[in-house]
C-alpha cells in the first residue's frame, strides 16, 4: 500500500503565488524525500528532511515534517511557470522510499 | 556523470513477446531500483538492489517479471511473456548512502524511463 499521499491531487495558480502541497503517512520513518517530475521525465530529487527535524528551507521550497501527526508539507514561495510539475512525497521505510499519487502543479503565467 | 541510464526509451510489442529493460546507475552507487509507473497505480517500487544482491522483489506483480543485476554497472528487467496490462513507464533510480548536511542522505537519482506499450 502506498504509503505517501499527497493532498491536493491537483493545484492551480497564478504565478507569483504560493503553493503548499501536504502529505501524510503511515508508519514510522527514518526521514521523508520531496521528488518532482516533470512530465515525461524522471523524478528528481528536491529536499529531504529527517525524522528529527521539524523544518527545512532550500531556496523557494520550505519543507515542515510533523512526526506526531505523520505528516508533511511542502511549500514553494513566489511560483513561476516553470515550476509546473507534479509533485511526491516519499517517506523512506526501511531501504526504501513510498512513493504518493503526487500533486499535480500547474502554475499559470 | 552522465546520471541513471536506460534502454530503450521508448518499447512497443505485441503481446505475449519478451521485452527486456535496460539500466546502468549511476557509478559508485549501490543501491538500484526499478519502479512502474501508471496513471492507475502511481508510482510503484517493483524491486530493489543493494550491491547487486537483490533485496526486496517484493513489488514484483508476478512469476512474468524477473530482474538481474550481474554487476556493478547494469541491471535488466525482463517481462516474459508480455501482458497490454504491463505497458507502462518503467524508471530505473540509482543511490548511495552517504553523510551530507549533519546526517546520513539517499537520494534517489532517476533514469528517464522507459515507456513500453504492449498491444
Known amino acids: 500500500s502506498q504509503q505517501g499521499e499527497e493532498d491536493p491531487q491537483a493545484l492551480s495558480i497564478q504565478e507569483g503565488e504560493n503553493a503548499t502541497m501536504n502529505c501524510s503517512y503511515k508508519?514510522?520513518?527514518?526521514?521523508l524525500q520531496w521528488y518532482r517530475q516533470n512530465s515525461g521525465r524522471g523524478l528528481v530529487h528536491l529536499i529531504l528532511?529527517?525524522?528529527?527535524?521539524r523544518e527545512k528551507h532550500s531556496g523557494r521550497l520550505r519543507v515542515t515534517l510533523d512526526t506526531s501527526k505523520k505528516s508533511s508539507s511542502l511549500l514553494i514561495t513566489a511560483s513561476r511557470a516553470a515550476d509546473t510539475a507534479s509533485y511526491f512525497c516519499?517517506?523512506?521505510?526501511?531501504?526504501?522510499?513510498?512513493f504518493g499519487a503526487g500533486t499535480r502543479l500547474a502554475v499559470h503565467p | 556523470d552522465a546520471g541513471v541510464i536506460q534502454s530503450p526509451r521508448h518499447e512497443v510489442t505485441e503481446m505475449g513477446q519478451e521485452v527486456t529493460l535496460r539500466c546502468k546507475p549511476i557509478?559508485?552507487?549501490?543501491?538500484l531500483f526499478w519502479y512502474r509507473q501508471t496513471m492507475m497505480r502511481g508510482l510503484e517500487l517493483l524491486i530493489y538492489?543493494?550491491?547487486?544482491?537483490?533485496?526486496?522483489d517484493s513489488g514484483m506483480p508476478e512469476d512474468r517479471f524477473s530482474a538481474k543485476m550481474p554487476n556493478a554497472s547494469f541491471s535488466t528487467l525482463k517481462i516474459q511473456p508480455s501482458e497490454p496490462r504491463d505497458s507502462a513507464v518503467y524508471f530505473c533510480?540509482?543511490?548511495?548512502?552517504?553523510?551530507?548536511?549533519?546526517?546520513?542522505?539517499?537520494?534517489?537519482?532517476f533514469g528517464p524511463g522507459t515507456r513500453l506499450t504492449v498491444l
Open positions: 533510480a540509482s543511490s548511495t548512502l552517504r553523510w551530507a548536511s549533519g546526517g546520513l542522505t539517499d537520494t534517489q537519482y
Open positions: 508508519t514510522s520513518i527514518n526521514n
Open positions: 528532511i529527517r525524522s528529527n527535524e
Open positions: 516519499a517517506p523512506r521505510d526501511y531501504n526504501k522510499l513510498i
Open positions: 557509478s559508485g552507487h549501490d543501491y
Open positions: 538492489f543493494n550491491n547487486n544482491v537483490p533485496i526486496d
